[in-house]
């Protein structure tokens, strides 16, 4: 039902954006959340912000918020993540998740993961 594949990272300087795509190959997201997860090398896999099935509510960590956005479009079977102000700590390898019905801060709740995208931020 849900097959993401997430895209847009590369390389930017500390202070600048990306936007990051999560895409359901397999058309819309429908009933699943989407949340965002990062992993910096040595470190484990972090919760970044989520986004439930009926765009009602968003939730972000604390290290992300006010700088980063997620948004739903599900005319065009996609979620964004916006991020600002960028900031060395910030790089990681992003995989975004889908979760039926409802939206946690647990990675190991989500059941489909995209391949993974990643964001460098240098000084």
């Known amino acids: 039902q849900v097959q993401p594949i997430d895209s847009g990272g590369g390389v930017v300087q500390a202070g600048g954006s990306l936007t990051l795509a999560c895409t359901n190959t397999?058309?819309?997201?429908?009933?699943?959340?989407v949340g965002w997860f990062r992993q910096a090398p040595g470190k484990e896999r972090e919760f970044v912000a989520a986004?439930?099935?009926?765009?009602?509510?968003?939730y972000y960590s604390a290290s992300v918020k006010g700088r980063f956005t997620i948004a739903r479009d599900d005319a065009n079977n996609t979620v964004w993540l916006r991020m600002n102000s960028l900031r060395p700590e910030d790089t990681a390898v992003y995989s975004c998740?889908?979760?039926?019905?409802?939206?946690?801060?647990?990675?190991?709740?989500?059941?489909?993961w995209g391949q993974g995208t990643q964001v460098t931020v240098s000084l």
């Open positions: 986004v439930t099935r009926t765009v009602t509510n968003t």
């Open positions: 397999r058309g819309s997201f429908g009933n699943y959340a």
């Open positions: 998740a889908t979760k039926y019905w409802s939206a946690t801060r647990n990675a190991d709740d989500y059941d489909y």
